[in-house]
């Protein structure tokens, strides 16, 4: 197959968790054989600053009024023959540029949600108010969305179910990353085409890991890894776990490995509240040195789509603990076999810490399930999915 990936992006790794699964998955299809091409309609300036993992294009999203952009758009087509068309984003602009593929080749066309459908529904005041601001324009915004969510709520709603019609009138399938996707969609638009649904899960980053750190050869250590953002990835509700938890475990460390808006915000905070044994790593490109010497990861998001840093953690036996706040974290999780989901509160995480924490035989048993479970996500057996899908259009 010569597979077309359209996403709004340039497909470059550390860009965000849609690139990263794209990059991944297309290194995957490219050793199984097949040609893949990338192409996006947005960031232009980034392209020749960076290498990518197949031919990177970038077409105007103004193809409606440009008609060069479209000549170019079609030679590109035809140049590397492709066969099936994968859009990285379920929106009116992505579909547009399906609008301008042969009629053939519209019927070869999978539409991918990567994110949340409607997420704007879990949103609340508590979340609102807890978001940090860095200008005025945030600030008013934030005490709007506040005094009115329902304003907040229908605003997005409304934006998500444009663009979802404007992909069912030209999708052939519809590829979420869960099937528990499916209700979001059905409640906001209840004659969505769920004959077009299909799911596969998001690939694992890392390959299997035959040899990793036993209990006694990690540090006394719990890891934190995200963009450091307050929405939706939670650091405060972590950063209030770590100090319940530390408070019976002053010999322990915890770890914060990334960057983002709050990280400063983060650092008073923890500050403020007199919160020990914390350790801000900023941003790090060799993430698997945290997973091998930490014992648990902690995932505290108010919501994620995937959360590929649970399976992440999985894969080299780090024993993740998460709040059970997003819907696909039962998909990653069993809870009790291969890892802990608990209440979305500081206090109810702290106890799950606190439960395992020092017992090396419950941890063994949870860690050895993970890497189990994280064999599931497998770039290889998510790849075989896909070329089953595209075959099957």
């Known amino acids: 197959m010569n597979i077309l990936f359209i996403s709004p992006i340039p497909i470059i790794p550390y860009f965000g968790g849609i690139e990263r699964v794209t990059d991944i998955l297309s290194r995957e299809l490219q050793r199984r054989g097949h040609c893949v091409v990338f192409l996006c309609y947005m960031d232009k300036n980034v392209l020749s600053h960076n290498k990518f993992s197949a031919p990177q294009y970038y077409i105007s999203e103004n193809i409606d009024s440009d008609e060069l952009e479209r000549c170019r758009y079609i030679k590109i087509i035809e140049r590397h023959k492709i066969t099936h068309v994968v859009c990285q984003a379920c929106n009116e602009h992505t579909a547009n540029f399906v609008k301008y593929l042969p009629k053939p080749l519209q019927h070869k066309t999978v539409f991918t949600c990567h994110i949340v459908p409607f997420y704007s529904d879990m949103i609340t005041r508590t979340r609102i108010w807890q978001t940090p601001t860095h200008n005025a324009r945030q600030l008013v915004f934030k005490i709007v969305s506040f005094v009115f ?130 350790y801000f790593e900023g941003a790090q490109s060799c993430m698997e040195l945290y997973y091998k010497k930490c014992k648990f990861f902690c995932m505290t998001s108010y919501w994620e789509s995937w959360g590929m840093v649970v399976t992440e953690a999985m894969t080299f036996g780090c024993v993740p603990i998460a709040m059970n706040n997003y819907a696909t974290l039962t998909d990653i999780i069993d809870d009790g076999v291969n890892g802990l989901i608990c209440k979305p509160t500081a206090v109810e995480m702290a106890k799950k810490l606190n439960s395992i924490a020092t017992d090396e035989e419950i941890w063994l048993e949870l860690s050895n399930n993970a890497k189990q479970k994280a064999m599931n996500f497998d770039v290889s057996t998510i790849a075989q999915k896909w070329e089953q899908l595209l075959n099957g259009l």
């Open 149 to 278: 969510p329902c304003i907040y709520k229908l605003w997005f709603s409304n934006d998500h179910k444009k663009n979802f019609e404007a992909v069912f009138s030209i999708a052939k399938r519809i590829c979420f990353i869960s099937d528990k996707f499916y209700h979001n969609v059905i409640t906001h638009i209840p004659n969505a085409p769920l004959e077009k649904f299909t799911y596969i899960y998001n690939p694992n980053t890392f390959d299997k890991q035959e040899n990793v750190p036993t209990y006694c050869e990690r540090e006394d250590a719990v890891l934190w890894a995200a963009r450091v953002e307050n929405t939706p990835k939670n650091i405060i509700g972590f950063l209030d776990t770590w100090k319940i938890f530390f408070q019976n475990h002053k010999d322990w460390k915890a770890y914060v490995v990334g960057d983002g808006n709050d990280l400063e915000y983060s650092k008073r905070y923890a500050s403020k509240n007199h919160i020990k044994g914390i």
